[in-house]
T-cell receptor, first 116, second 112 residues
Framework: GAGVSQSPSNKVTEKGKDVELRCDPI?????LYWYRQSLGQGLEFLIY????????KSGLPSDRFSAERTGGSVSTLTIQRTQQEDSAVYLC??????????????FGPGTRLTVL | GNSVTQMEGPVTLSEEAFLTINCTYT??????LFWYVQYPGEGLQLLLK?????DKGSNKGFEATYRKETTSFHLEKGSVQVSDSAVYFC???????????FGTGTRLQVTL
């Protein structure tokens, strides 16, 4: 497909379990971002990848959150020992990454995570 | 620090009314400014953007002008339609990562 895809679209898990969320960026986009959208906090930046490196992880809320990107393409966001406050929609975005000041980020449909 | 402030919603308008959604920002350097829209049940879509002072972004009848002197990027449309009902987010990019800082979003409801 031409757009950013994310899977699963919905995930329900029990408190304490680990979850993995996947993002497939637009082909050719070197930059990849993860954001979180929740009722209480709005849209928050989590982490940024340029290629396979993550030069900005400043938005990750705790060490239970981690992410990796392989082959300069697919990225996985992992949340360990999930808590109820992790319930949110997790959004992935990608951009060309070569013109940082004017780059446009294109968003995927998101993964809705519910922690019971 | 970096922030974006949007007017509180919801905004309820009749079809063909004039729309303004205010947005002001605080940022270091010279950010690009964006309006994203989220239609019911859908993901975030870029509506328009402006990359330097006095630039005007436009799309689908919506416009916004990058005003550096007032640090504002207000969204306007001359005649809204029911299909414009959505949540609108103002944002700017910051830092070498160009990560986006978003406003809280403004819900627009257009009625017949």
């Amino acid at each position: 497909g031409a757009g950013v895809s994310q899977s699963p679209s919905n995930k329900v898990t029990e408190k304490g379990k680990d979850v993995e969320l996947r993002c497939d960026p637009i082909s050719g986009h070197t930059a990849l971002y993860w954001y979180r959208q929740s009722l209480g906090q709005g849209l928050e930046f989590l982490i940024y990848f340029q290629g396979n490196s993550a030069p900005d992880k400043s938005g990750l809320p705790s060490d239970r959150f981690s992410a990796e990107r392989t082959g300069g393409s697919v990225s996985t966001l992992t949340i360990q020992r999930t808590q109820q406050e992790d319930s949110a929609v997790y959004l992935c975005a990608s951009s060309f990454g070569f013109q940082r000041g004017t780059d446009t980020q294109y968003f995927g449909p998101g993964t809705r995570l519910t922690v019971l | 620090g970096n922030s974006v402030t949007q007017m509180e919603g919801p905004v309820t308008l009749s079809e063909e009314a004039f729309l303004t959604i205010n947005c002001t920002y605080t940022a270091t350097g010279y950010p690009s400014l964006f309006w994203y829209v989220q239609y019911p049940g859908e993901g975030l879509q870029l509506l328009l953007k402006a990359t330097k002072a006095d630039d005007k972004g436009s799309n689908k009848g919506f416009e916004a002008t990058y005003r550096k002197e007032t640090t504002s990027f207000h969204l306007e449309k001359g005649s809204v339609q029911v299909s414009d009902s959505a949540v609108y987010f103002c944002a700017h990019n910051t830092g070498t990562a160009s990560k986006l800082t978003f406003g809280t979003g403004t819900r627009l409801q257009v009625t017949l």
